[in-house]
């Protein structure tokens, strides 16, 4: 009769645990269609098999399985059985994947793997004075925003209109995780004038900005205001997803401002 020896490495297993980040579940089926993480182990026992599985989230898996599957595969005879090497590849709306291309595998030791989204939600709130912009003109603003978006620059419009009742308007935007600075500028739409837009600036995110009708608005600069005129004539052109043309683009003037917060991180 033969004995076998369960504490022998083939029979014993390691479980790892892939957790979808609850920002991650905000955006499925918004600006993620699915996650893919591929896992792998490469043993190193003479006569031993490599151990390799794929793990999809989309919305069908979450309402099924929800947001944790775990994937265990047998230590086998392995020098350094607790390492696994994983790589991840997110798929977004209109079809684009990141990483554009395959990833080089990362190495892996804990026994849980949290799938965070390479972009992040920030909601900005962007406040007007009614009576203000009604009393020097102004019948609507816009704040434009420029920021990068899966490593390419976007731009989103948020505006107030002076015969509104509301002074506050507010969107969500999504950033990429590893970068914390933004560019922007106001756009006022004189009742006389047209569009009058401002210089681009740069600064840290807040999620707060204040339309403040600028002086040379105010005491009727002409010079300022011809300035402003002229920037307003430039049309941006985007792709279906806010992708700003190369020709157009603005983050380039501020990359001190963005690099810096990405050292932070």
């Known amino acids: ?25 905000e955006m499925m089926g918004k600006e993620v269609n699915y996650v893919t993480v591929n896992i792998r182990k490469k043993r190193s026992g003479e006569g031993s098999f490599d151990f390799q599985q794929d793990v999809t989230f989309d919305r069908k898996t979450l309402e099924k399985e929800g947001n944790r599957v775990t994937v265990t595969y047998s230590k086998a005879q392995d020098a350094s059985p607790e390492l696994y090497e994983y790589k991840v590849q997110w798929s977004l709306r209109g079809g684009l994947v990141f990483p554009p291309n395959d990833t080089t595998w990362k190495r892996g030791s804990w026994q849980g793997l949290s799938l965070a989204p390479p972009i992040m939600p920030r909601t900005i709130r962007f406040e007007a004075d009614l009576a203000d912009m009604k009393e020097n003109g102004i019948r609507n603003v816009t704040l434009q925003l420029r920021y990068k978006k899966f490593g390419n620059e976007v731009e989103t419009n948020i505006g107030v209109n002076a015969s509104g009742t509301d002074a506050f308007a507010e969107k969500m935007i999504f950033m990429d995780r590893n970068t914390q600075g933004y560019a922007y500028r106001l756009v006022f739409h004189d009742k006389d004038l047209g569009p009058i837009a401002t210089q681009w600036d740069a600064k840290i995110n807040t999620d707060y900005m204040y339309a403040s009708i600028p002086k040379e608005i105010r005491n009727k600069d002409q010079n300022w205001i011809k300035m402003g005129l002229d920037a307003a004539k430039v049309l941006v052109a985007v792709d279906e997803n806010g992708n700003v043309s190369k020709e157009q683009k603005v983050l380039d003037k501020f990359r001190k401002i963005i690099d810096i917060a990405e050292k932070k991180n």
């Open 1 to 25: 009769m033969g004995i076998v020896n369960l504490s022998d490495p083939f029979f014993l297993y390691r479980d790892i645990n892939v957790i979808l980040d609850i920002e991650a579940e």
